[in-house]
């Protein structure tokens, strides 16, 4: 069965400190994993990491992934309130059109 | 960025109604995807759909059934609702092209069950 494991579940920060959310997964066949930001409403769409060592950059936010010891990170730098948010890592497989999500990190951002 | 609807978007109903929740998207999208996700939990898949006529039940079982007449349509219906049911329900499409899993979301429909 796929999995995928998020930490820390929760986190509390202040504003203009950097943060590295922790994504592992074990996917059949895989091909993907993604990342999103959920605030009160629906995910939205941050990355999708195929390739390995390569660093995906929006912004202050950034992603790479790890495809020989099965993980990616998240980094946030100089984070604002906005950012508070709950971030879902998702992974998917190759022959399957599904993504299994994993818990989110819930990143709280203080003034 | 996909566009993707979903109504009603809160839903407050008895015991025993019979309701239809509404997924649209204008993307031409061919995969779309039904999750639950109650609060501080993480999504689950309850039924997927790669094309018009075709809908399969995912991961986490589900009283609802779906139907895909329509590439853009993707309705949820429970005929015979219950407390259990209390939860958000997310709608998403992809294209589903190559390497491109990228789901895109609707706003969610939250669904209290009396």
């Known amino acids: 069965e796929d999995k995928v494991v998020q930490s820390p579940l929760s986190l509390v920060v202040h504003e203009g400190d950097t943060v590295t959310l922790n994504c592992s997964y074990e996917v059949t066949n895989f091909r993907s994993l993604l990342w999103y930001k959920q605030e009160k409403k629906a995910p939205t769409f941050l990355f999708m990491l195929t390739s390995s060592g390569i660093e995906k950059k929006s912004g202050r936010l950034s992603s790479i992934l790890d495809k020989k010891e099965l993980f990616s990170i998240l980094n946030i730098t100089a984070t604002q309130t906005g950012d508070s948010a709950v971030y879902l890592c998702?992974?998917?497989?190759?022959?399957?059109?599904?993504?299994?999500f994993g818990k989110g990190t819930k990143l709280s951002v203080i003034p | 960025e996909a566009d993707i609807y979903q109504t009603p978007r809160y839903l407050v109903i008895g015991t025993g109604k019979k309701i239809t929740l509404e997924c649209s998207q204008t993307m031409g999208h061919d995969k779309m995807y039904w999750y639950q996700q109650d609060p501080g939990m993480e999504l689950h898949l309850i039924h997927y759909s790669y094309g018009v006529n075709s809908t399969e039940k995912g991961d986490l079982s589900s009283e609802s059934t779906v139907s895909r007449i329509r590439t853009e349509h993707f309705p949820l219906t429970l005929e015979s609702a219950r407390p259990s049911h209390t939860s958000q329900y997310l709608c998403?499409?992809?294209?589903?092209?190559?390497?491109?899993?990228?789901?895109?979301f609707g706003p969610g429909t939250r669904l209290t069950v009396l």
């Open positions: 998403a499409s992809s294209a589903g092209l190559g390497h491109t899993d990228t789901q895109y």
């Open positions: 998702a992974g998917g497989g190759a022959g399957s059109y599904q993504l299994t």
